[in-house]
């Protein structure tokens, strides 16, 4: 299983980023899909998640109504549509797969892990 994140880069504060998340491998639609940040210093920090479907979306209060995350499952791939980006939202940003059947937000519950891609985001 690979997965390949990209879309990160360096914005002004109030910008927006897309980031994607192709999947290879195994079959993309029946796994949850989650995005985490690990700031440096920090440790990896749940930003949002979906399930297999697409039906079902949880965010971490922090990107709550900012963020959105989506998937398309005929092209295999996951996004996190970042709106209205704060300094504090800089960090390297990972996508991640998961079996379990429930949203779930803890990053040890993940078994695959993207490279990351970094957002930087200035004020």
């Known amino acids: 299983v690979q997965l390949q994140a990209s879309g990160g880069g360096l914005v002004q504060a109030g910008g927006s980023l897309r980031l994607s998340c192709a999947v290879s491998?195994?079959?993309?639609?029946?796994?949850?899909m989650g995005w985490f940040r690990q700031a440096p210093g920090k440790g990896r920090e749940f930003v949002a998640a979906?399930?297999?479907?697409?039906?079902?979306?949880t965010y971490a209060d922090s990107v709550k109504g900012r963020f959105t995350i989506s998937r398309d499952n005929a092209k295999n791939t996951v996004y996190l549509q970042m709106n209205s980006l704060k300094p504090e939202d800089t960090a390297v940003y990972y996508c991640?797969?998961?079996?379990?059947?429930?949203?779930?937000?803890?990053?040890?519950?993940?078994?695959?892990w993207g490279q990351g891609t970094q957002v930087t985001v200035s004020s």
């Open positions: 991640a797969a998961t079996e379990s059947l429930s949203m779930v937000v803890t990053p040890t519950r993940y078994s695959y």
């Open positions: 491998g195994r079959t993309f639609s029946s796994n949850t």
């Open positions: 979906i399930s297999q479907n697409g039906g079902s979306k």
